[in-house]
């Protein structure tokens, strides 16, 4: 590995590295390439089933110059499920990070066979390669682990609600709390849970070096899709998504169970800084689990829906909808079998110890430019689908 003429939180030179990033053609991982190939010299074998979301990076576009980080970065299409090929990949590589997965909570109660498999089943090859070749390993796991909060089972009228050691989230201390298993919401959970601790385990018998990441609801551009225009007319997306396409179709957002459940949203931009420090600085890292989250963002996703409502009025110059919300049980909405996680606040300690690290920007503001960007990017398309449907 060359050194970068770039230094560690320590002071000690970046050497250049290879990086198979699994997943790279996701919402997350496309912000991950783009940071590493704009911003450091390292190397990304990219990973993927898709590429759209990082179409960008591997080819000039349409009579543009050549690309500034030449052919730092490769894509390779493959399903990890069944590809000999992973081996050699995570082989050539001084890191792996392993993003892929099925992630969106309508699929986890409707398609929990898939869910699991994804999350536990699929990431086994990746940790057992990683493990057998001394390769270090940053694995994507999520806040959902951690499922309920000590809090939501109090009486409602307690005034403990109120206290932090309630409901704080925090790495090494707060337990995994789950539904029963006919809730399949925590199929996606669970398996989450369980490849963590064969992680941890891997760690602790076998030496394997590993930091896990546990994302809080990072949002932005590039977040899902937008039904019927990039993805299918009956797919639902996270909430962003959900409540953009809703924004762009001019109808009411759709509040699950009257929108009472709580979130912190962090932007994307903030969140990668974040995981580029764990790459970048891996004594500090290794054998970490992190948070990585935006306490300051919390919101109902009844405010999340105001805000939303608000901030696209400003981006678009069209009027706010009338009637902005609709509530609809999350029977009607997912189905038989989900289930809600009542309140994500990320405690910071472990973050802040090892990386220094802290978010920065406002949910209003990430919420303008990411709204800027899917009113410049589907309001069109949206107004021409909707005048076919009509036209039909
Ligand atoms: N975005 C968030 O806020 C958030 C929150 C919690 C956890 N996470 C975790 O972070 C990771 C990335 O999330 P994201 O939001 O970028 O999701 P995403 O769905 O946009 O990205 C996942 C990528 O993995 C790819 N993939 C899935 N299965 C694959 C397979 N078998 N072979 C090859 N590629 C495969 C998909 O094609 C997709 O491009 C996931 O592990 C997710 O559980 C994300
Ligand atoms: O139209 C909608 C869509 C959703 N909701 C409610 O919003 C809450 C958040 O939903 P969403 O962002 O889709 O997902 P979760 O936060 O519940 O789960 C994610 O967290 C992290 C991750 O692991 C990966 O991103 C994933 O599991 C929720 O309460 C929905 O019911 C709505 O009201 N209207």
Not at 50 to 55: P, Q
Not at 241 to 247: I, M, P, R, V
Not at 271 to 276: D, G, K, N, P
Request: aromatic content about 8%; glycine content about 8%.
């Amino acid at each position: 590995m060359a050194s970068t003429g770039r230094v560690d939180l320590d002071g000690r030179p970046i050497k250049a590295m290879t990086i198979c990033m699994i997943g790279a053609g996701g919402f997350i991982g496309s912000h991950l390439c783009e940071k590493l190939m704009a911003e450091t010299p390292h190397k990304v074998l990219a990973v993927d089933v898709y590429s759209d979301k990082i179409k960008h990076l591997l080819e000039p576009q349409s009579g543009g110059a050549s690309l500034p980080w030449g052919d730092r970065i490769q894509f390779h299409r493959l399903n990890i499920k069944n590809d000999s090929r992973l081996e050699g990949l995570i082989k050539m590589s001084d890191l792996i990070i392993n993003l892929a997965a099925i992630c969106t909570p309508a699929d986890y109660n409707t398609r929990p066979l898939d869910t699991i498999y994804s999350n536990f089943i699929d990431a086994l090859p990746v940790v057992k390669y990683c493990s057998e070749n001394g390769k270090r390993l940053i694995h994507f796991s999520t806040c959902e682990v951690y499922g309920k909060t000590i809090g939501s089972f109090l009486p409602k009228d307690s005034p403990l609600r109120q206290d932090p050691i309630y409901y704080v989230l925090k790495e090494d201390t707060s337990p995994c709390i789950f539904g029963s298993i006919e809730k399949q919401r925590w199929s996606y959970a669970c398996a989450k849970q369980l490849i963590e601790r064969l992680i941890y385990a891997e760690g602790a018998e076998n030496g394997l070096e590993f930091t896990i990441v546990r994302p809080f609801n990072w949002i932005g551009p590039r977040m899902d899709f937008i039904p019927g225009i990039d993805g299918p007319s009956e797919g639902v997306p996270r909430v962003l998504a959900c409540f953009s396409n809703n924004l762009l179709r001019h109808e009411p957002l759709k509040l699950v169970d009257g929108g009472q459940s709580q979130r912190t949203f962090i932007y994307i931009k903030d969140a990668i800084e974040a995981v580029l420090l764990m790459i970048e600085n891996p004594t500090r890292a290794n054998g970490q689990i992190f948070n990585v989250g935006n306490p300051d963002n919390e919101v109902t996703v009844r405010q999340l829906a105001e805000m939303m409502t608000q901030v696209y009025s400003k981006v678009s110059g069209e009027a706010p909808l009338e009637v902005p919300t609709i509530d609809v049980s999350s029977k009607e909405f997912y189905g038989e079998g989900y289930d809600d996680s009542d309140k994500r606040i990320p405690d910071m300690t472990i973050i802040n110890r090892q990386l220094g690290w802290n978010p920065k920007t406002s949910l209003w503001d990430l919420l303008e430019s990411t709204l800027t960007y899917q009113h410049r990017t589907y309001a069109e398309a949206v107004k021409q689908a909707i005048s076919k449907a009509v036209a039909s």
